[in-house]
């Protein structure tokens, strides 16, 4: 689950029982289906401040609180930007059929530089816009279009692809599975 914090109460008593029973009933079906599950969860919020709030249940966060693990945001651990930014290049070159592409050192820097407020999923979705507005194989800083707009368009990608994706690749792209690597 991601953001288990924002989880309704309603939602968090559905869980909870399920978890507890290890079974639930389908939505019209009157048998119960067994279930023996592991959930990893996870959430930006501070659940001890919600609990104490009365709007996260206490016994469902000892349920899930097995194993906690923090991770620090990306703007604390910037020696991982250049690696995240290489793997999702080079996945998304290949999931587009598209020649590998490369980040100058300058480029790298300034992706390391940048405080990457979304995090992970910020990096991912601006890695995801190169591979497709980016013509060339190299990408530099003035393709990031991390630095605000000046007047002359300076933050906009030097080399625009040729041509607009094709509607299967927009496709393609909807239908991919949200990415919960921020955690």
């Known amino acids: 689950f991601d953001e288990i914090g924002d989880m309704t109460p309603r939602t968090q008593g559905t869980l909870l029982r399920v978890l ?3 079974s639930f009933e389908r939505v019209g079906g009157s048998k119960p289906v067994r279930v023996d599950v592991r959930v990893i969860a996870a959430t930006n919020r501070r659940l001890d401040e919600l609990i104490a709030a009365g709007l996260f249940r206490e016994d469902l966060f000892y349920r899930l609180a097995v194993i906690s693990l923090h991770v620090p945001p990306l703007r604390e651990r910037r020696g991982d930007i250049p690696l995240l930014a290489a793997h999702f ?3 998304f070159c290949a999931h587009a059929a598209l020649a590998p592409k490369q980040f100058t050192p300058e480029a790298l820097a300034a992706l390391s530089a940048h405080s990457w407020p979304g995090n992970v999923r910020e990096l991912r979705n601006c890695v995801e816009r190169l591979v497709m507005m980016v013509a060339d194989s190299e990408i530099e800083v003035s393709d990031l279009g ?3 707009r000046s007047a002359a368009g300076g933050g906009a990608p030097r080399r625009p692809a040729p041509a607009t994706p094709s509607p299967s ?3 393609a792209t909807q239908d991919q599975p949200p990415d919960n690597s921020r955690r």
């Open 169 to 171: 690749r927009l496709q």
């Open 20 to 22: 507890e029973s290890q």
């Open 146 to 148: 991390l630095a605000p």
């Open 89 to 91: 290049l080079d996945g």
